[in-house]
């Protein structure tokens, strides 16, 4: 038994940065994980590990679809699946342990066990029970199936399995036209997988600018992925030893069975709130199941904190991150402040989809008026050097040019969009973006024009 200022439950990004800022704000921590390396979902097996499959297998793309183009030519490169594997999880290992390097410099103890709170003040792990003044609730989240499919996590899988499996699958259904369905959709179709998403809603990521939408599916089937929008799965029958996949058209109630030799349920998810305690202590949950919090991000018990992908809000790493930070300041007696109209999202396929802030279709319900400003990637010189000039850059503002969101699908989508957020914390103009010098050749420069077409016209289109 130890007593803390701070015990965070949960390592993963939020938590291990909440962790590691209040130990930068001299207060005594500990961390509790139950994993058998820090990092949480993010780093074992979530954004990390599919990012280096995505890693790999857009090299592999590349070199089967644009090498030759360049005079680079020979044999298209083999799958060693194991060895992609292998390189995977040593990216994972790398970065875990990265976290443990920095648990030790701060001195913040890992606690290793699963947590749980008997009492406001009082952490339980194992059989030891800790002292804590703050308690920082940072349990994350974990995949929700859908009633009538089994998760077996080898042919009925969740992005858990989807990082692992055996061999690549003949044939791929995935379920829900999310960031998951269509980065790990992406990884299997690009190894060769005949890839069929199935999705309820008539669109492809829900929420998302639906011109950008739009393009991502079209660039998406051109890579040999399929869709079946409007569409709801109800059930999945593995009896046959292959899964068979039962989905119902919403326009006329048709049903039809797919097969397929894996089947990644990708339907979204849900906050882990149970084990902790919480019930108990009487902590106040949303109707949603997330841990309610006041702005200072304290739940209904004082003295208990809870930040992430347990609480309302997107589910995202950097979202989690930016709460960890912001309430280990909160509770060394600081201001901690999360702007969250200015939260990038990302998609990491190929093309990379990033927005931040409004889009039309929102503006347009809150009977906004907005002006848009696009280019495409067509016009951009680096982009086309790379045959990745698909997509286009789209900055909407408000009547005073004022900055109040950013679409991207192209080429690194993904870290543009940071131009655009930083801007947007300023209050920056899109004459702001437009005037500022963007170093040519740059995938930047297409940001730059659709600033510029805000105002008196882009140059390049
Ligand atoms: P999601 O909420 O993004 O998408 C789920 C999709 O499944 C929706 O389009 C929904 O309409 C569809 N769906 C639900 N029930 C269905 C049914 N019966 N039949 C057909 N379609 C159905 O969820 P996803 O992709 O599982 O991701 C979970 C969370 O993880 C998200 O919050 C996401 O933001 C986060 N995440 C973020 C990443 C990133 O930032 N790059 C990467 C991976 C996950």
């Given at each position: 038994m130890a007593d803390f200022d701070v015990i965070v439950i949960g390592s993963g990004p939020g938590g291990y940065v909440c962790a590691i800022r209040c130990a930068q704000l001299g207060l005594k921590t500990a961390c509790v994980e139950g994993r058998e390396t820090l990092g949480g979902t993010c780093l074992n097996v979530g954004c990390i590990p599919s990012k280096a499959l995505l890693h790999a297998t857009h090299e592999l793309h590349e070199a089967e679809h644009n090498f030759a183009k360049m005079g680079l030519k020979g044999k298209s490169p083999s799958v060693d699946w194991d060895q992609m594997k292998a390189y995977k999880q040593e990216t994972v290992d790398g970065n875990t342990k990265g976290i443990e390097f920095l648990f030790k410099k701060n001195k913040i103890e890992?606690?290793?066990?699963?947590?749980?709170?008997?009492?406001?003040?009082?952490?339980?792990?194992?059989?030891?029970?800790?002292?804590?003044?703050?308690?920082?609730?940072?349990?994350?989240?974990?995949?929700?199936?859908?009633?009538?499919?089994?998760?077996?996590?080898?042919?009925?899988?969740?992005?858990?399995?989807?990082?692992?499996?055996?061999?690549?699958?003949?044939?791929?259904?995935?379920?829900?036209?999310?960031?998951?369905?269509?980065?790990?959709?992406?990884?299997?179709?690009?190894?060769g997988s005949d890839v069929t998403v199935v999705e309820y809603l008539d669109a492809i990521t829900p929420g998302m600018d639906g011109e950008v939408a739009k393009q991502f599916q079209k660039i998406l089937t051109k890579q040999g992925m399929k869709f079946v929008l409007g569409a709801a799965v109800q059930g999945v029958d593995t009896s046959g030893g292959k899964a068979k996949v039962t989905y119902k058209l919403n326009k006329d109630d048709s049903e039809t069975t797919i097969d397929a030799d894996t089947v990644l349920v990708a339907t979204g998810r849900k906050p882990v709130t149970k084990g902790l305690g919480l019930d108990a202590l009487g902590v106040e949950l949303e109707k949603r199941g997330q841990v309610k919090t006041d702005a200072q991000w304290q739940t209904s018990v004082k003295g208990i904190y809870a930040i992430g992908d347990a609480i309302v809000g997107p589910m995202l790493a950097h979202k989690a991150e930016d709460e960890g930070m912001a309430v280990a300041e909160v509770i060394a007696g600081k201001h901690g402040h999360v702007n969250y109209d200015v939260i990038p999202g990302v998609i990491y396929t190929s093309p990379e989809v990033?927005?931040?802030?409004?889009?039309?279709?929102?503006?347009?319900?809150?009977?906004?008026?907005?002006?848009?400003?696009?280019?495409?990637?067509?016009?951009?010189?680096?982009?086309?050097?790379?045959?990745?000039?698909?997509?286009?850059?789209?900055?909407?503002?408000?009547?005073?040019?004022?900055?109040?969101?950013?679409?991207?699908?192209?080429?690194?989508?993904?870290?543009?969009?940071?131009?655009?957020?930083?801007?947007?914390?300023?209050?920056?103009?899109?004459?702001?973006?437009?005037?500022?010098?963007?170093?040519?050749?740059?995938?930047?420069?297409?940001?730059?024009?659709?600033?510029?077409?805000?105002?008196?016209?882009?140059?390049?289109?």
């Open positions: 890992w606690l290793k066990g699963w947590g749980s709170i008997p009492e406001a003040g009082k952490v339980k792990v194992g059989d030891e029970v800790h002292t804590a003044k703050h308690i920082v609730v940072a349990s994350g989240s974990e995949p929700a199936s859908l009633p009538g499919i089994e998760i077996d996590e080898k042919t009925v899988v969740t992005s858990t399995g989807a990082l692992s499996l055996g061999k690549i699958p003949k044939s791929l259904v995935v379920i829900g036209a999310g960031v998951i369905g269509l980065e790990m959709g992406s990884v299997y179709a690009r190894l990033a927005s931040v802030g409004k889009t039309e279709e929102a503006l347009k319900a809150d009977g906004v008026k907005y002006k848009v400003g696009k280019f495409p990637f067509m016009g951009n010189a680096r982009a086309k050097a790379v045959f990745q000039a698909e997509g286009f850059a789209k900055l909407i503002v408000d009547e005073n040019d004022r900055i109040l969101g950013a679409h991207i699908i192209g080429p690194g989508a993904g870290d543009l969009i940071h131009e655009v957020c930083v801007a947007m914390e300023f209050g920056a103009s899109a004459e702001d973006l437009a005037m500022t010098c963007h170093a040519h050749p740059t995938f930047s420069e297409a940001v730059r024009e659709a600033a510029l077409a805000c105002g008196d016209g882009a140059i390049h289109a």
